[in-house]
């Protein structure tokens, strides 16, 4: 038998081969009656570093890093969304811009209706012509459409002359045209490009206080008929000629003793000698001025009217 190490009594520590426990006395040696001695659990040893919570769950971790992912991107959108309305808001006011204004109609970001003007149209179709011409403009439909017009080829403002009566072409030009409402709306800018050369059968005389030269053959004195004519040119035109544009600033044209004064009333901005030449056939009614490198284009139709056009505009006469 197996020597016990430890009394199956009382469990106090025997020595080797001791028959009796010398704590409660019981015989050791007697196997009949043992029964297991109970030890104390051994304890483990207690980790000093935390417990581990197992591997992560991976599933959960991807979830939250998709709806972190998804809360980001529409924190994007809203900011970029946000930006867009204002940066729209801000340029549709402009200063109130007319010509952004109208790029806004119907967008939705004013609610104000696009205005939409026709182009102007002309009496006289574009080409080459061999004698004055009159060029009518006519109006589009609209509520208070005013017509502005240049005949030098520039673009027309509602700084430029407005259209009242026709304008007479004794030379080439380009007629442009637009239409302006009360509103301010505009349409486009027409054009026109008219070529007038009227043939060389005309007189030049220099004016000046010689008298007109008269061929004489017989006692009667004969004046050549351009002459006639060239004569009653001067006298239609003579005197003082007022000329207004729509913002209400005035020129006045003064033909006397082959002079050319051009004023504002107030200060004088040309004075110099003139000359000039009639077309035939028109009665004296249509003729050219030339002074200081400029040429005057002048018409006098209707007569009896006490107006004139210089260059296409209409002047009225001063008593």
Request: aromatic share 10%; proline share 7%.
């Amino acid at each position: 038998m197996e020597d016990l190490e430890f009394c199956p009594k009382c469990g106090a520590k025997l020595d080797p081969g001791e028959p009796f426990c010398g704590n409660c006395g019981f015989e050791t040696e007697v196997s009949d009656h043992l029964v297991p001695i109970p030890q104390e659990p051994i304890q483990p040893v207690q980790m000093v570093s935390a417990q581990m919570s197992g591997p992560p769950n991976t599933s959960s971790a991807g979830s939250q890093k998709t709806v972190i992912i998804m809360a980001v991107i529409l924190g994007v959108i809203v900011l970029i969304g946000g930006a867009t309305f204002l940066w729209f808001s801000l340029s549709g006011k402009n200063n109130g811009n007319p010509a952004n204004t109208n790029d806004l109609a119907n967008s939705g970001v004013t609610g104000e209706k696009q205005v939409v003007i026709d182009l102007p149209s002309y009496s006289l179709n574009e080409g080459s012509y061999a004698s004055s011409q009159k060029v009518e403009i006519n109006k589009p439909s609209g509520e208070e459409i005013v017509v502005y017009f240049t005949i030098d080829g520039t673009d027309p403002t509602d700084k430029s002359s407005r259209y009242e009566a026709p304008i007479v072409l004794n030379a080439s030009a380009t007629v442009k045209s637009i239409a302006i409402d009360k509103g301010g709306n505009k349409s486009g800018i027409k054009t026109g490009t008219y070529t007038i050369t009227i043939p060389q059968q005309t007189a030049t005389q220099q004016a000046t206080t010689q008298q007109p030269t008269t061929t004489t053959t017989t006692p009667a004195v004969t004046v050549a008929p351009e002459v006639n004519e060239w004569q009653q040119f001067e006298d239609y035109i003579s005197g003082t000629w007022k000329w207004t544009d729509s913002s209400g600033f005035t020129l006045y044209y003064q033909f006397s003793g082959g002079m050319l004064l051009v004023t504002d009333g107030g200060s004088d901005y040309y004075y110099d000698y003139y000359s000039s030449t009639v077309s035939t056939g028109t009665n004296g009614t249509i003729g050219t001025i030339y002074t200081g490198g400029d040429q005057l284009y002048i018409d006098c139709n209707p007569l009896g009217d006490n107006a004139i056009y210089i260059n296409g505009y209409p002047c009225t006469y001063v008593p």
